[in-house]
T-cell receptor
Framework: DTGVSQNPRHKITKRGQNVTFRCDPI?????LYWYRQTLGQGPEFLTYFQNEAQLEKSRLLSDRFSAERPKGSFSTLEIQRTEQGDSAMYLC??????????????FGNGTRLTVT | QKEVEQNSGPLSVPEGAIASLNCTYSDRGSQSFFWYRQYSGKSPELIMFIYSNGDKEDGRFTAQLNKASQYVSLLIRDSQPSDSATYLCAVTYGGTSYGKLTFGQGTILTVHP
């Protein structure tokens, strides 16, 4: 399978707990993106990496959220002290690093987080 | 504020008809435009992208872009029940954020037999 892989597929946690998600991008893709999607809305940008460098973070991303891509390959997204409002689908996507705006994002299947 | 707005749905069309999905964007610096399809509970999958004014056709799908009007649309000809999904319009901007997509809220399409 050469697509974007995300684990776990589903995560149920209690409020206040920490959770970590993993994303393995398509191997030749330099760019990796994290999005969040709630019911009835389009995906909302969280952050992205070019290789191991985190280039941009959304202002919507609180200090409880942190993302890493230590070797420029897989990435992790951690949410500390989860809140019920964090319940959403967390989507990872990757793309080649082309300085032309038509590099489409390839999405993984997402991790659905439910905070109880 | 960079925004992408899609026509409110849901949109319901009979099988075999043409479905028309519309999207407007606020930033004239927008460079490329994408249409994604998302089935319920699944992740978005790319249908088409367009970056030049005019039409781009791929099978039953046609994307239309009018940068002067800041408008992009997707036409689905000979609609099938399997086309029933949420359609997401997305835009990329220039500068250091190239490649990052800003999505609209999506339009739900239902094709009924």
């Amino acid at each position: 399978d050469t697509g974007v892989s995300q684990n776990p597929r589903h995560k149920i946690t209690k409020r206040g707990q920490n959770v970590t998600f993993r994303c393995d991008p398509i191997s030749e893709h330099n760019r990796l993106y994290w999005y969040r999607q709630t019911l009835g809305q389009g995906p909302e940008f969280l952050t992205y990496f070019q290789n191991e460098a985190q280039l941009e973070k959304s202002r919507l991303l609180s200090d409880r959220f942190s993302a890493e891509r230590p070797k420029g390959s897989f990435s992790t997204l951690e949410i500390q002290r989860t809140e019920q409002g964090d319940s959403a689908m967390y989507l990872c996507a990757s793309s080649p690093d082309r300085r032309v705006g038509n590099s489409p994002l390839h999405f993984g299947n997402g991790t659905r987080l439910t905070v109880t | 504020q960079k925004e992408v707005e899609q026509n409110s749905g849901p949109l319901s069309v009979p099988e075999g008809a043409i479905a028309s999905l519309n999207c407007t964007y606020s930033d004239r610096g927008s460079q490329s435009f994408f249409w994604y399809r998302q089935y319920s509970g699944k992740s978005p999958e790319l249908i088409m992208f367009i970056y030049s004014n005019g039409d781009k056709e791929d099978g039953r799908f046609t994307a239309q872009l009018n940068k002067a009007s800041q408008y992009v649309s997707l036409l689905i000809r000979d609609s099938q029940p399997s086309d029933s999904a949420t359609y997401l319009c997305a835009v990329t901007y220039g500068g250091t954020s190239y490649g990052k997509l800003t999505f609209g809220q999506g339009t739900i399409l239902t094709v009924h037999p």
